[in-house]
């Protein structure tokens, strides 16, 4: 099993980045998908997930408005497209898989984790 996130990078306050996360070894649209973040000296928190057919969504208030969690399932990828990025959203942003996990902001719900990837808004 692969989750392999990419897309991040450093960006200044208010621009936007794309984040991507490129799934295998298993079947992708059998799981729910989550972002989570770590930022430094922080716990990894909840960002936003998607159900398996990608039709609802949620997130933490911190982002709505700003993040768009989205996928693609006949390509196995998993998307977080953020706007107006601000100091305080950098983070390693890691993707996560899991099978029992319905709209989980919880990190033990999820299986599978990739490695991440960092983003870093400066001013």
């Known amino acids: 099993v692969y989750l392999v996130e990419s897309g991040g990078g450093l960006v200044q306050a208010g621009g936007s980045l794309r984040l991507s996360c490129a799934a295998s070894?298993?079947?992708?649209?059998?799981?729910?998908m989550a972002w989570f973040r770590q930022g430094p000296g922080k716990e990894r928190e909840f960002v936003a997930t998607i159900s398996r057919s990608g039709d609802l969504t949620t997130s933490v208030d911190s982002v709505k408005g700003r993040f768009i969690i989205s996928r693609d399932n006949a390509k196995n990828t998993l998307f977080l497209q953020m706007n107006s990025l601000r100091l305080e959203d950098t983070a390693v942003y890691y993707c996560?898989?899991?099978?029992?996990?319905?709209?989980?902001?919880?990190?033990?719900?999820?299986?599978?984790w990739g490695q991440g990837t960092q983003v870093t808004v400066s001013s």
């Open positions: 070894g298993f079947t992708f649209s059998y799981y729910e």
């Open positions: 996560a898989a899991g099978a029992r996990a319905i709209r989980s902001r919880t990190p033990d719900e999820y299986t599978y």
